[in-house]
């Protein structure tokens, strides 16, 4: 079994930073384009960042500026560094993408999510 494992997620004020790290699980080849997606209570989930092999990103408007997707190809980890956060970018943060595991590639993997509280 494989899996992607969030982490770093918690309580912070306005204007702090949190840095969120997904790592796969299990014997891993590689991890290969990955995004991060959060979802608010009564909100759909929203696409936050992405990033491909080639390291090229995409970020929601929301947030652009604010929070860098990076990854850690021999850890096996993408991080979402999140800057300046606001009260509006409170949410269930969730890592989704592909693992290549040396005889199958899983696709549209997710993780069990993080939560991000941003509140004074």
């Known amino acids: 079994q494989v899996q992607l494992v969030e982490s770093g997620g918690g309580l912070v004020q306005p204007g702090g930073s949190?840095?969120?790290?997904?790592?796969?699980?299990g014997s891993i080849f590689s991890i290969n384009d990955m995004r991060w997606y959060r979802q608010a209570p009564g909100k759909e989930r929203e696409l936050v960042a992405s990033i491909t092999i080639g390291g090229s990103t995409n970020y929601a408007d929301s947030v652009k500026g604010r929070f860098t997707i990076s990854r850690d190809n021999a850890k096996k980890t993408v991080y979402l560094q999140m800057n300046s956060l606001k009260p509006e970018d409170t949410a269930?943060?969730?890592c989704n993408g592909n693992i290549l595991t040396y005889s199958k590639?899983?696709?549209n993997c997710w993780g069990?999510?993080?939560q991000v509280t941003v509140s004074s």
């Open 18 to 25: 949190l840095r969120l790290s997904c790592a796969a699980s």
């Open 92 to 94: 269930v943060y969730y």
């Open 105 to 107: 590639t899983y696709s």
């Open 112 to 114: 069990q999510g993080t």
